[in-house]
């Protein structure tokens, strides 16, 4: 009985979490709605877009959100994530650009021939700064939350751009409580994140209360992996070299953060439903972004990329 008591204590305590950062959420949509001319989602398709592009349909239902959204495609996602993708475009009816970096193509840039710091500045940096000149964008909302990274963590919600889509950390516009700044000045664009003050585990939360879609590949089954410096690297086609000194093998693996799949490692788990998840991110220590080969690099900090413009 006791048990029963704290567990409905706790659950409660939960559902008050999610009420207020939802709604906290929602008002910072409508906010970049009724304030900017040109704003875009940018929708990456893990679990982090996934609850934005949930809270986008929440706070202008039952019209059409105003809000569409912007995928910088590399060429190099899992391709179960552009599956995904195209799936929830068709169901939401959300309008969907989708750019890749023209010259990054016609120069074959990719992870394994140019490593991770350069088609990360050419694929993701580059490309996103052409879209957002390309689609005229003042304000680019972002799945990022504080609790991931540290330089993340310096944000303000609304985090000014100037004409070069770099970020400077020591000059940003103060933020009094919910009063957000959103004027701009010429030639400058805004970052918004709406989901700031969430931490992984809210989201989690989140997307089980809300019955939210996200791509099984953060589901635990058997996958081909190969292990290459101490990251299990899914074999997801056959553009991935394998080495004299590498084997595929089959491991039970989910994955925590969704990205280019050769620069996103695997997690070993057993955690195959969604209560699986959450019971593991309570008991979890580690980083979400432990398996991102990108953080890793020390000459390519996720600070010096979110100067260089990168989300």
Not at 85 to 96: A, K
Not at 238 to 253: A, L, N, Q
Not at 272 to 290: C, G
């Amino acid at each position: 009985m006791t048990f029963t008591v704290a567990a409905e204590v706790k659950q409660n305590a939960v559902t008050g979490t999610l009420d207020q950062l939802e709604s906290e959420s929602i008002h910072i949509l409508r906010e970049v709605a009724a304030c900017f001319h040109r704003p875009v989602m940018l929708y990456s398709i893990g679990k982090d877009s996934s609850v934005l592009l949930h809270l986008l349909q929440k706070a202008f239902a039952p019209a059409m959100s105003p809000i569409s959204l912007l995928h910088v495609d590399t060429g190099w996602k899992f391709r179960e994530m552009i599956a995904f993708r195209d799936m929830r475009v068709r169901e939401t009816g959300i309008p969907l650009h989708v750019h890749t970096n023209p010259e990054g193509v016609a120069e074959g840039v990719g992870p394994f021939t140019h490593g991770a710091a350069k088609h990360t500045q050419i694929m993701k940096t580059d490309a996103l700064k052409q879209a957002l000149n390309l689609f005229k964008v003042d304000a680019a909302i972002g799945g990022a939350r504080r609790d991931e990274e540290k330089s993340r963590a310096k944000e303000r919600v609304f985090s000014f751009r100037n004409t070069h889509h770099h970020w400077d950390p020591k000059h940003q516009r103060p933020e009094l409580w919910s009063l957000y700044n959103t004027h701009l000045n010429e030639g400058e664009s805004v970052r918004v994140f709406p989901l700031s003050n969430w931490t992984e585990l809210d989201v989690w939360e989140y997307i089980r209360r809300e019955r939210i879609p996200v791509p099984s590949l953060y589901f635990a089954k058997m996958r081909p992996v190969v292990n290459r410096n101490g990251a299990w690297i899914m074999v997801d086609d056959d553009r991935m070299p394998i080495g004299p000194d590498e084997k595929v093998e089959e491991r039970c693996v989910r994955f925590r953060t969704l990205g280019c799949y050769p620069l996103t490692g695997a997690i070993e788990s057993t955690a195959e439903t969604l209560d699986d998840i959450i019971a593991e991110m309570r008991a979890s220590r580690d980083s979400e972004r432990q398996g991102r080969v990108i953080d890793h690099d020390p000459g390519a900090s996720m600070e010096k990329k979110k100067r260089e413009g990168y989300f």
